[in-house]
């Protein structure tokens, strides 16, 4: 370990790449963990950060961003797999995070241990989710003497938070995937009231701005209607929950102002999301006012009008195939295996069929692979299936874009700026842009890119004085 | 009596163990029986290091022999060269000549494994089956627990 007073960041995952987040931040012999995902395109072990490249039992404390696999879904094996318990280190998320992430895990296991991919059993998750301490949104936590951290929110989903952690002094914000756009349901990510040391920002997007709000959806509902009045279905492959929300009321919406739409159903296939609506509305209150104001006039967005359920039968995806036009959401969100992938190989011959990508694809998954338009592709059971469908990419994945990290970036103000979760290309770009504009502003801020076991120390002159972080 | 040897992934709690016939194995077929007992070798991200769990010295040369009933320490770690991991050079079968006059004999069971890998493939352009490349759960390797 490098002397008492270096922070040493090690990114066990999402070092120069997009998934299992893992960041291990190391000051005056004390350890704090940032985030525990999988990687979505690997299987089993292979989807694990590199965790053993870490000695568990150090550990003084482990925080979870948000709910989405490749920040939370490692953490059951890191708790129940690894000697993490044998030492003092404790778990925090944020209440709904730990109450979506209960479901999310219960689908997880249940999905990969019908092959020989099972990490863990249901057990070992009870477990794990029993010793996670929930938290609020600026409650200051005192871990141990010396840590202490606030969780502000981070938009992006539900139970999003940033964390400004306070170490011996040095004070270090992790925004987790974050999104300063309100949105339909959430509130943007909020600026933190003080000046971190060390800001450790996601780079998804890298130095792509995408267009606005009003454009995304306009296009998107056009495409939409388009696809139907083409006698087509559309698929719409994303995870069960988090932008599956925004999207069903932007769907209700639109519905509802085209009295022609009302024959065509918009189904929504997911048992997952079914459980976790109710903590949706449980949460309301951590919503946006569009949502709260909606909600206090007894009209809960969440009831969605146009919406239904796909039957709970076995072979529903050959039959909603087989029917007339419709709408589907459907996970996972990367059409590996499920749902997704099995509608997109029923509907993939046909022409009038659409297919649209409304999130981040990561690299290597078929989401990503079907952008390029290929002709044909190998179906699961490895037969070729020619590809008519239409591919078209309109994003509604609440990451920051170019515009909105950079400037995040700059007010944020802090000395050392720690790229993570992106592509190195798009990292890359997004470092020479943000060190430019440093540059003509004089001022020194490095900007960092480590990868994946690269351990970046960094050195502070003066004493911190260790001191609580917030007002 | 088949022989084991233990192995542990330097973050896991409990030991899990590889058997087969002979008083030893080489340091590549035991990486190959770990990787394909964890289900790892599809993803090319990770190099495989196994370390001596006493001394804690690495066993660099793929064809050192690892006697019966030790006990190894294995690390997964990001591949030297991003995108380039090993995994698949194990699992394909391309084994460099071991110099052992004891070739490390496979029970039974998991000869089938072995001859279903990409070899047979370009000898039987009919078997399309993508699952013919990653082959099922290695039988004689079992988690201890
Ligand atoms: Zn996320
Ligand atoms: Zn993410």
Partial sequence: ?471 | MASSVFYKFSSQKNESRVTFDGTGISVFDLKREIILANNMGKANDFDLYVYDAATKQEYKDDSTIIPRSSSVVVKRLPASRPGRGKASMYISGAAPALPTSEPVQRSGSSAPTWHKGAMSKRFDGKEEMPSSSIPPMNPITKSST
């Avoid at chain 1, 790449?17 to 940032?34: D, F, M, N, P, T």
């Avoid at chain 1, 490749?70 to 944020?94: Q, S």
């Avoid at chain 1, 989903?157 to 349901?185: N, P, W």
């Avoid at chain 1, 995304?216 to 139907?228: A, P, Q």
């Fill in chain 1, 1 to 471: 370990m490098a002397d008492s007073a270096t922070l040493s960041v090690t990114m066990l995952g999402a070092g120069q790449e997009v998934g299992r987040s893992c960041c291990v931040l190391q000051y005056r012999g004390k350890i704090l963990v940032c985030d525990t995902g999988v990687h979505p395109a690997f299987s089993g072990m292979a989807s694990l950060p590199f965790i053993d490249a870490l000695d568990w039992s150090t550990v003084d404390a482990i925080l979870v961003t948000h709910f989405h696999l490749d920040h939370a879904a490692a953490l059951t094996y890191i708790t129940e797999k690894t000697n993490f318990k044998d030492g003092k280190g404790k778990v925090y998320m944020t209440h709904p995070t730990k109450a979506v992430h209960k479901f999310m895990m219960q689908d997880f296991v249940r999905t990969s241990s019908s092959s020989s991919d099972a990490l863990f059993s249901p057990l070992d998750m009870q477990m794990s989710l029993a010793s996670i301490i929930p938290v609020s949104a600026h409650q200051l936590i005192t871990v141990c003497p010396g840590i202490s951290f606030i969780p502000y929110h981070a938009g992006h989903v539900l139970g999003a938070c940033m964390f400004l952690i306070d170490i011996a002094g040095l004070k270090i914000l992790y925004t987790g995937d974050y999104s300063r756009e309100e949105d339909r349901h959430l509130v943007k990510a909020e600026l933190p009231p003080i000046r971190p040391d060390v800001l450790i920002v996601e780079s998804t997007y890298g130095v792509h701005t995408g267009e606005s709000r009003e454009e995304k959806e306009s296009r998107f509902t056009t495409l939409v209607h388009s696809i139907i009045r083409r006698g087509g279905h559309v698929l719409l492959p994303t995870f069960a929950l988090g932008m599956a929300q925004e999207l069903l009321l932007i769907l209700d919406e639109y519905w509802k102002k085209h009295p022609d739409l009302h024959n065509v159903p918009v189904y929504y296939a997911s048992g997952l999301a079914r459980k976790c609506m109710a903590v949706y509305q449980t949460y309301i209150h951590t919503m946006n006012a569009n949502i709260r104001s909606r909600f206090a006039k007894r009209d809960n967005p969440f009831v969605f009008k146009h919406i239904s359920n796909v039957p709970q039968t076995r072979g529903w995806e050959k039959k909603i195939a087989d029917g007339p036009p419709c709408v589907v959401l459907a996970s996972p969100g990367f059409m590996q295996v499920g749902p997704s992938r099995e509608l997109f190989e029923l509907w993939a011959p046909d022409a009038r069929n659409g297919l649209i990508i409304t999130g981040y694809s990561i690299e290597g998954t078929l989401a990503r692979d079907i952008m390029t338009e290929p002709e044909e592709f190998t179906s699961l059971k490895g037969t070729t299936i020619p590809r008519r469908i239409s591919v078209d990419e309109i994003s509604f994945s609440a990451h920051v874009d170019y515009a909105q990290n950079s400037e995040f970036i700059e007010q944020v103000k802090a000395q050392h700026v720690v790229l993570v979760h992106g592509e190195s290309t798009g990292m890359g770009r997004l470092r020479a842009a943000m060190q430019s504009r440093f540059k003509e502003r004089d001022e020194d801020v490095k900007i960092h890119t480590p990868r994946n076991l690269e351990t970046l120390n960094l050195s502070f002159r003066g004493e911190r004085v260790a001191k609580a972080i917030g007002t």
